[in-house]
């Protein structure tokens, strides 16, 4: 299989002063995936795990107060791989919309209120595209509209005129219409009703089917993930602590906290109220010794509370970061 996207102990995170001095925010904390050709790749974990900036790391933008702290992200162009943190402006927007595209969570945003949605499509091409007269440029945008089974009347409202999950499949059309090797969607479907976050999710997996790229998904929905994901990470406290086939993942998760976020799924057309991950996720700026996940762990042994557990293969197609699965030498 072809990888498409790789890191190598990929260290990101945020600068802040405190009273203690300056102290880094390690929110993407020694991350290593590889991404295949093809594939759709799920991130999932609880809210503030460091999902946003691990994708905000993979596209390259890397903007204040965010660092990066060590590590690669390489592309793969043909036989080669390039290290995408250290491509230059001119390069990363040529690559950038037509290598990899990015739908940042709350992507409905991108569209002005002021603006007709066409606008928003228009100026982007025009800022991507050279030697082509408007009119070309709109003719490209109504095809892709309707090729992703949109109505190309919306293309004319204002973006209040428009449901929430309209312009969410908008701005998923507007990050593909470059028809970019590899796409990476943020939380593509908080904040809409079940039948237009089906809707985004089928948009997605029609944009994949069609144009046989690459989707790295990120949602705290394992639900989304049990019905789209091939191959699915775990991430907690900035590292992965499991990887695997989303299936396997789902049948028998092996690390407790894997277990616990899939206890927590309600399950269709049950009403009961399930238990989710006891506790709250610890603060970046003081993360417990040895695994971050212990204080928190039914499971917790001796070596969790002072040495960290890479993430390592259990069996050919899964990984963990826990001590119950490590061989304990
Ligand atoms: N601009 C910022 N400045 C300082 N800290 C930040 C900034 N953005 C995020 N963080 C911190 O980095 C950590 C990871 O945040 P991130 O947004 O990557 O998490 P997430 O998994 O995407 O969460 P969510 O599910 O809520 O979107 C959090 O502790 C967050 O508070
Ligand atoms: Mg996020």
Redesign the pocket.
Known sequence: MATVLKTQDLQA??L?LTPYGERA?L??NGVNIEIFHEEIYGIA????????????TLFGEVEV??RVLGGKVYYSFGNEFVDALLLKEEEKRRIRWRYISYIP?GSMSVFNPVKRIHSTFLDFLKSHVEGKVQEELFELVKKHVSALGLPTKVLSAYPHQLSGGMKQRLAIALATILNPKVILA??PT?ALDVVAQRAAIQLLKDIQREYRNTIVI?T?DMGIHAHMTHRLAI?YA?RIVEEGPTSVILDQPLHPYTQYLIGSLPTIGDKTFRDSVPGA?P??LDLPPGCAFHPRCPQVFSVCKTQTPELVNVDERRKAACWLWMERG
Do not use: C, N, R, W
Not at 45 to 54: D, I
């Open positions: 995170g945020y802040l925010i929110a993407v974990g609880e809210s503030g795990s460091g999902k946003t900036t691990l994708l905000k107060p965010l969570q943020d939380e908080t990120v705290h991430m900035g996720p603060s970046f």
